[in-house]
């Protein structure tokens, strides 16, 4: 603008106005730069696809070129592919590996504490992949009370209580991993175990305003993305045959893929 001329709001033509206030509507906005403490690398939704995670866990390896980094589980890595069981031992055994609880895993521990009203729901969605995965027989022809004490017997030691003790979220930096999200209408100590686990209606559609960018399975998309703090990894396994995981380091995000069959 020239010296001498002036600046008359009202003036301006609705269009222009318009422009004005997104502009600084958009300003206001944080960037969602994901700036985790140090290179991070995010497994996707397994779902029991074990060939699938040990293809991703030596592309990681080859990836990282002999460098620290976090590996963080987004959880959900049971049912309704073929080997939940081999899954969960591998990843116990991993040194250092951060996995997150799923709302698969809540469902099979809600199982093992109430098996007539949690039952049901678990093995519609897969959990009776799971159950023929560690050796349990008959599914059909047994009790459910009797069905979760055959599964409880045939946990490996301390499996159980390894499951009931994974967190559900992880932070480093401003990059916080969760299985289906944060509601964000919340700060991070203020989130519901049910948003995070099974997700809430508002996560996808409403920017965040605190500066976290979130990285998230549950939610299957047709390929990996990064949108408005989200980075969404969760692209189908165990249907697609396609396992995704992200390497999150100073503001830039990348995919790595591994397509079964």
């Given at each position: 603008?020239?010296?001498?001329?002036?600046?008359?709001?009202?003036?301006?033509?609705?269009?222009?106005?318009?422009?004005?206030?997104?502009?600084?509507?958009?300003?206001?906005?944080?960037?969602?730069?994901?700036?985790?403490?140090?290179?991070?690398?995010?497994?996707?939704?397994?779902?029991?696809?074990?060939?699938?995670?040990?293809?991703?866990?030596?592309?990681?390896?080859?990836?990282?070129?002999?460098?620290?980094?976090?590996?963080?589980?987004?959880?959900?890595?049971?049912?309704?592919?073929?080997?939940?069981?081999?899954?969960?031992?591998?990843?116990?055994?991993?040194?250092?590996?951060?996995?997150?609880?799923?709302?698969?895993?809540?469902?099979?521990?809600?199982?093992?504490?109430?098996?007539?009203?949690?039952?049901?729901?678990?093995?519609?969605?897969?959990?009776?992949?799971?159950?023929?995965?560690?050796?349990?027989?008959?599914?059909?022809?047994?009790?459910?009370?009797?069905?979760?004490?055959?599964?409880?017997?045939?946990?490996?030691?301390?499996?159980?209580?390894?499951?009931?003790?994974?967190?559900?979220?992880?932070?480093?930096?401003?990059?916080?991993?969760?299985?289906?999200?944060?509601?964000?209408?919340?700060?991070?100590?203020?989130?519901?175990?049910?948003?995070?686990?099974?997700?809430?209606?508002?996560?996808?559609?409403?920017?965040?305003?605190?500066?976290?960018?979130?990285?998230?399975?549950?939610?299957?998309?047709?390929?990996?993305?990064?949108?408005?703090?989200?980075?969404?990894?969760?692209?189908?396994?165990?249907?697609?045959?396609?396992?995704?995981?992200?390497?999150?380091?100073?503001?830039?995000?990348?995919?790595?893929?591994v397509k079964m069959g």
């Amino acid at each position: 603008m020239g010296i001498g001329r002036t600046f008359d709001f009202f003036t301006i033509s609705l269009k222009q106005a318009t422009r004005m206030i997104s502009f600084f509507k958009k300003s206001a906005t944080p960037e969602y730069r994901p700036e985790p403490l140090r290179p991070t690398y995010v497994i996707g939704d397994i779902h029991g696809c074990i060939d699938a995670l040990n293809k991703m866990l030596e592309k990681i390896k080859l990836d990282s070129n002999g460098e620290d980094f976090d590996l963080v589980i987004i959880g959900d890595m049971i049912d309704r592919g073929p080997e939940s069981a081999t899954v969960l031992a591998r990843l116990m055994a991993l040194p250092n590996a951060i996995c997150l609880k799923g709302n698969h895993e809540q469902m099979a521990l809600d199982f093992l504490d109430d098996p007539i009203t949690a039952g049901p729901r678990w093995i519609r969605n897969g959990g009776d992949a799971t159950l023929l995965s560690f050796g349990v027989p008959q599914i059909g022809a047994m009790r459910m009370d009797d069905l979760a004490q055959t599964f409880r017997k045939a946990l490996p030691s301390g499996m159980e209580n390894w499951l009931r003790q994974l967190p559900h979220f992880w932070q480093s930096g401003n990059l916080v991993a969760a299985h289906a999200g944060l509601d964000p209408r919340h700060t991070l100590i203020e989130q519901n175990d049910n948003a995070v686990l099974w997700g809430q209606s508002k996560f996808r559609d409403r920017p965040r305003t605190d500066g976290l960018c979130v990285v998230h399975g549950h939610w299957v998309v047709p390929a990996a993305c990064v949108k408005q703090g989200r980075i969404a990894i969760d692209t189908g396994a165990w249907r697609t045959g396609c396992l995704t995981a992200a390497c999150i380091e100073k503001t830039r995000v990348r995919f790595i893929e591994v397509k079964m069959g």
